[in-house]
T-cell receptor
């Protein structure tokens, strides 16, 4: 099955700086790569996603890049704010219905 | 719309007891999922139902059973609870296999 590895497991950044989270996947058939944000005690929520026919996608302060050849994708958060503090999960979809998730990155934005 | 709802929110069981976690969605989604979330391990898929009338195993199905009761409802049953099943359980649904919408979660403790 699909194996998704996510790094780092924790990330502390100064407010206003950028944060980058990287994920690798194993199944070359994976074609959809979402990122979820989970605030403490809350449910995961989709923040951005990218398909295998696109190399980069941006939405305001967040962006995702995909390198299919190397089988890795990254989340970039610019101008971090305290409300960006959360756990972020990457995922890859190896078939039409199932997602395989990374282990998560706990991001802390220091004021 | 309530989105995805789960009951109960919290549950404590003794080893060997059984229980059913309930999940319902009002978004007319075809696919539904059950995950467990443990510290440092991300979201692991237990079972999923791609469409009404079908169910399939995920990564960690042992010790669980599911029922897709109708298009709205997808239940997860623990026949004989074990301490290793202490976790937070999330139900999710999706219309086309892309964005998954999560319920609020059930925190289960097995003593």
């Amino acid at each position: 099955g699909e194996n998704v590895e996510q790094h780092p497991s924790t990330l502390s950044v100064q407010e206003g700086d950028s944060a980058v989270i990287k994920c690798t996947y194993s199944d070359s058939a994976s074609n959809y790569f979402p990122w979820y944000k989970q605030e403490l005690g809350k449910r995961p929520q989709l923040i951005i996603d990218i398909r295998s026919n696109v190399g980069e996608k941006k939405d305001q302060r967040i962006a995702v890049t995909l390198n299919k050849t190397a089988k890795h994708f990254s989340l970039h958060i610019t101008e971090t704010q305290p409300e960006d503090s959360a756990v972020y999960f990457c995922a890859a979809r190896p078939n039409d219905y199932k997602l395989s998730f990374g282990a998560g990155t706990t991001v802390t934005v220091r004021a | 719309n309530a989105g995805v709802t789960q009951t109960p929110k919290f549950q404590v069981l003794k080893t060997g007891q059984s229980m059913t976690l309930q999940c319902a969605q009002d978004m007319n989604h075809n696919s539904m999922y059950w995950y467990r979330q443990d510290p440092g391990m991300g979201l692991r898929l237990i079972y999923y139902s791609a469409s009404e009338g079908t169910t399939d195993k995920g990564e960690v199905p042992n010790g669980y059973n599911v029922s897709r009761l109708n298009k709205r409802e997808f239940s997860l049953r623990l026949e004989s609870a074990a301490p290793s099943q202490t976790s937070v359980y999330f139900c999710a649904s999706s219309s086309n296999g892309d964005e998954q919408y999560f319920g609020p979660g059930t925190r289960l403790t097995v003593t």
